[in-house]
């Protein structure tokens, strides 16, 4: 029963490390790339272990589009980010093309910038 056990206990952090390691790989976002938004906040989910803007877009002919923009984490605090308020988002776009980007930075109009940090990345 106590082998049991050990192995199960075995398998199940050898799936816990391999799940947690596969989801921060960041593959879908292309680095080598920068988008930048200038838009209207629809929406921010704090959460973790990714936070999420809302973004509301003008697209080139002028109709409005969300971006859904990740958080490497929970950086942003939400009494920092309002709805409603008008940002400039700096990101990394997916790869695929989608409206979606991994963030870098969000420039206030008052002229702050909140950077988020990616380990291993130079922005």
Known sequence: MRRLLKAFAAVALGVWISASVAHHSGAMFDRAKVVTLVGTVKAYEYMSPHSWIRLLVADPAGVVVEWDIELAGMGI?????????????????LRDGRRGASLIDVTFPDGRVIKQEHPGTTN
């Open 77 to 93: 605090k939400p009494q920092q980010l309002t709805v409603g308020e008008k940002v400039t988002v700096r990101g990394h776009p």
